[in-house]
């Protein structure tokens, strides 16, 4: 009998033991903002891989490497944007079978569907909505750490209210506006802003990688040259020869232009990264009235 209390001891901490140093879950996200929540939800106990993570990378001319395609093969759980924004990560699943791998399609998850404006990670509900899945799944993983999971969302639900009150600021000063983009990159939070954004379908054809019309041209030129839009937002990261020349129109033309990017920029947080946004937006239209 002692025998056998002493091996179901032995039993008992070696297993505690290996819990406790089990290896993080690992995550693989098509791009670094994404990966970001995941870390930041997930904290200690997963291990993030970001695919696009380079902010002077332009993302629609990705190739996936060899290293990545391992890393997919690797994962517990892949995220990625969908709806058209990062086609090559459906090859790289496909490539990389696992009936133990968990797919989560951000699109999927506020209902956006292919031809709908893919850059969802601007629409302030977005990373809310994906935090909390995460959370959810990480919690069914790794059911020990379900509490700091919970608080760990909690905190990150409570660190977008910063964000949430800039925007309802600015709202609040400058809803009614019209501006425009060489992209349509910042179009959810133009919709949160309650801005009129003009020359749409220019900014479709920049984005779909075809030229703009020579009408459409023409409109945003006139629109800058005349100051019918009080803001220019320039894609700074995937930029084109025409997208150059509207930015040089515009500051030539004194409407405000501020830069944004697809990637979060090295050293920043989404949170850092968003407001840092806005309060470029907000010094641009600084002592503007409508």
């Not at 994906?130 to 790794?142: G, I």
């Not at 003009?198 to 023409?218: C, G, H, K, Y």
């Amino acid at each position: 009998m002692k025998v056998l209390a002493v091996v179901a001891f032995a039993t008992v901490v070696s297993s505690a033991s290996a819990q406790a140093t089990s290896a993080p879950i690992p995550v693989v996200a098509a791009e670094n903002f994404y990966g970001d929540i995941a870390r930041q939800i997930g904290g200690p106990y997963v291990k993030v891989t970001s695919i696009l993570n380079n902010p002077d990378q332009d993302p629609h001319l990705f190739e996936a490497s060899p290293s990545v395609g391992r890393a997919v093969s690797a994962a517990r759980y892949v995220i990625y944007n969908g709806i058209d924004y990062d086609p090559w990560m459906s090859n790289l699943l496909e490539a990389a079978r696992s009936k133990d791998r968990r797919q989560i399609v951000v699109a999927d998850l506020i209902g956006r569907k292919s031809g709908d404006n893919p850059h969802i990670w601007y629409r302030p509900a977005t990373m809310l909505a994906l935090a909390k899945a995460l959370s959810a799944a990480f919690a069914t993983d790794d059911p020990s750490h379900k509490e700091e999971f919970a608080r760990f969302l909690a905190r990150f639900e409570d660190s977008l209210k910063p964000i949430e009150s800039k925007i309802a600021d600015i709202r609040r000063r400058h809803a009614g506006l019209s501006v425009t983009a060489t992209e349509p990159i910042f179009g959810y939070m133009f919709d949160a802003l309650g801005m009129n954004v003009r020359d749409q379908s220019f900014q479709l054809a920049v984005m779909n990688n075809t030229e703009p019309s020579p009408s459409d041209i023409a409109g945003f030129e006139n629109d800058l040259k005349t100051r019918r839009v009080g803001l220019l937002i320039y894609n700074s990261q995937a930029t084109d020869a025409v997208a150059d020349h509207m930015k040089a129109l515009a500051e030539a033309s004194h409407v405000p232009v501020v830069g944004a990017t697809e990637t979060e920029p090295a050293g920043e947080n989404y949170q850092q990264w968003v407001s840092g946004e806005l309060d470029a937006v907000d010094h641009a239209l600084a002592g503007k009235t409508h």
